[in-house]
């Protein structure tokens, strides 16, 4: 009850249940919780802060265990030891499906308003949270989603590059969509995410697109028959027309006060430490680098710093340092897309001669820099005169920086490793030697009973519903 009167009062609601990727289920007609009216500007904040926050909690209790930054000990066979339960994307499928129908319903709202401003935000939001979703289960409904109102309660599902690339021109037009001369003019003090009350925030908006693009492309570099290195060349170098993030002022950093209803995601911060410990993958590589947000993300014990081994087969002895509370508490910023990622994908295109024009090395030193400014530290004029900071021409060591770039970023550190298998997640000794690290989400039971016959076409079509099936993108 709380979170639905949180949602009114921002001007919104969320739109019934929709594990059938936005149609309602046969006996709904209609949409009882959807404003009779409204205007476009309503719709963006109460989507910002439910995608953003629920995408924070996703890192908390699925990604932050997984990809060994944490260890849950409570059980010894949950997510740290590679066990992922079948139901683990339900949730996934069916909170960015809902928001979608609402980020859908903005840009209806901005057409017939003729706002190309809230058009381009709504195409940008839309293609956030279609990436992850086909990045996380494979082949989704995309063509057909958010239909119901119009009779289609049985979407057909796209194939990964038909989402991708329709994905990838979306944001294409939104970028050639954006009117400078005009503010977003039904939210007069800004929306949640850039305040946007005159041109510069609607820079931003742009430049989130277009990074986001870098995101999304970058997986492509592993489709065969797509171009990815073309459109991301023409990306880079040419900036007044695709510009992207050039400092933590452009980066997608939802920063949300902690007063109701800007609630944390956790509602019990204690809940962040309870039986968890730190990693000694973490501990030990921030410790090596001499790096500011060692003290930031970890809570040291009587002034030490050490984690347990990530999938351990007897438990440790001793107290474990724990995550450090204070990341759990608002004020705080939800990671959307950071302008440390950008600089990490520029400095890997470099590397790999994707580019030319990029210096690698000043890439990875702004993205690192970046990102411990990004978290509230202070920047070492000495950092990168450490080898084992500094950078040393290789993919792994940019890599090991965007793991901690990406901290509390949904499941991106999970779709990078899936991507290039990197960085080198030690594999515990209690994990059985067959078990491996899911490559997607199995789709939710339900569409089995709501929508099977287009289930079992995604099915045929993925070859399987199973964790360990291997997306399109997916080079590990």
């Known amino acids: 009850?709380?979170?639905?009167?949180?949602?009114?009062?921002?001007?919104?609601?969320?739109?019934?249940?929709?594990?059938?990727?936005?149609?309602?289920?046969?006996?709904?007609?209609?949409?009882?919780t959807r404003l009779n009216e409204a205007n476009p500007g309503s719709f963006i904040d109460p989507i910002l802060y439910n995608i953003s926050s629920y995408s924070w909690k996703r890192f908390n209790n699925f990604t932050f265990e997984l990809m060994g930054n944490i260890i849950s000990y409570r059980e010894i066979n949950g997510i740290g030891w590679w066990y992922v339960k079948e139901s683990e994307g339900d949730g996934v499928w069916e909170t960015?499906?809902?928001?979608?129908?609402?980020?859908?319903?903005?840009?209806?709202?901005?057409?017939?308003?003729?706002?190309p401003n809230y058009q381009a935000i709504s195409k940008i939001l839309q293609s956030y949270m279609f990436d992850i979703l086909t990045s996380a289960f494979g082949d989704i409904p995309m063509k057909e989603a958010c239909l119901g109102s119009e009779g289609l309660y049985y979407p057909a599902f796209d194939r990964q590059i038909e989402v991708y690339t329709a994905i990838l021109s979306e944001l294409e037009l939104a970028n050639?969509?954006?009117?400078?001369?005009?503010?977003?003019?039904y939210n007069t003090s800004g929306d949640l995410l850039y305040k946007t009350v005159d041109e510069e925030g609607i820079l931003r908006w742009k430049k989130f697109?277009?990074?986001?693009?870098?995101?999304?492309?970058?997986?492509?570099?592993?489709?065969?028959?797509?171009?990815?290195?073309?459109?991301?060349?023409?990306?880079?170098?040419?900036?007044?027309?695709?510009?992207?993030?050039?400092?933590?002022?452009?980066?997608?950093?939802?920063?949300?006060?902690?007063?109701?209803?800007?609630e944390a995601p956790l509602t019990r911060a204690s809940d962040f430490i309870t039986y968890k410990a730190m990693s000694s993958f973490v501990v030990d590589l921030l410790q090596s680098w001499n790096d500011p947000r060692l003290p930031l993300f970890v809570s040291d014990q009587n002034g030490e710093y050490y984690g347990w081994p990530a999938g351990f087969a007897v438990q440790p002895a001793g107290k474990p340092c724990t995550p450090n509370k204070a990341m759990a508490v608002a004020p705080m910023d939800l990671p959307m897309m950071s302008y440390a990622e950008v600089e990490l994908i520029k400095s890997e295109l470099a590397q790999?001669?994707?580019?030319?024009?990029?210096?690698?090395?000043?890439?990875?030193?702004?993205?690192?820099?970046?990102?411990?400014?990004?978290?509230?530290?202070?920047f070492p004029e000495d950092y990168f005169d450490n080898p084992a900071a500094?950078?040393?021409?290789?993919?792994?060591?940019?890599?090991?920086?965007?793991?901690?770039?990406?901290?509390?970023?949904?499941?991106?550190?999970?779709?990078?490793?899936?991507?290039?298998g990197m960085p080198a997640i030690p594999k515990g000794e209690g994990i059985p030697e067959n078990q491996d690290i899911p490559r997607r989400f199995k789709y939710p039971a339900i569409l089995q009973r709501t929508n099977p016959d287009n289930?079992?076409?995604?099915?045929?079509?993925?070859?399987?519903?199973?964790?360990?099936?291997?997306?399109?993108?997916?080079k590990r």
């Not at 979170?3 to 046969?26: E, K, Y």
């Not at 499906?97 to 209806?108: C, D, F, I, P």
């Not at 870098?214 to 027309?241: F, Q, S, T």
């Open 390 to 420: 500094a950078y040393d021409g290789s993919l792994e060591r940019i890599m090991e920086q965007k793991y901690f770039a990406l901290y509390f970023c949904d499941f991106q550190q999970w779709f990078e490793y899936n991507r290039i």
């Open 96 to 115: 960015y499906y809902q928001w979608l129908n609402n980020a859908k319903a903005m840009e209806n709202e901005a057409e017939a308003l003729n706002e």
């Open 1 to 32: 009850m709380k979170t639905f009167f949180r949602n009114m009062i921002w001007g919104s609601v969320l739109v019934g249940s929709l594990l059938t990727a936005c149609t309602p289920f046969d006996e709904l007609n209609s949409d009882p």
């Open 176 to 185: 050639s969509m954006f009117d400078m001369s005009k503010a977003l003019i």
């Open 352 to 378: 790999r001669q994707i580019v030319t024009g990029i210096d690698a090395q000043e890439a990875y030193e702004n993205g690192v820099q970046a990102s411990i400014e990004q978290w509230g530290g202070e």
């Open 209 to 262: 697109g277009n990074s986001l693009r870098l995101r999304i492309l970058l997986k492509m570099l592993n489709v065969e028959g797509y171009d990815a290195a073309g459109e991301i060349n023409k990306i880079i170098n040419n900036p007044d027309v695709y510009p992207i993030f050039e400092s933590n002022d452009d980066a997608a950093l939802l920063e949300i006060s902690g007063v109701y209803p800007q």
């Open 455 to 474: 289930y079992q076409a995604a099915k045929a079509s993925m070859g399987g519903d199973d964790l360990t099936i291997k997306l399109i993108w997916q």
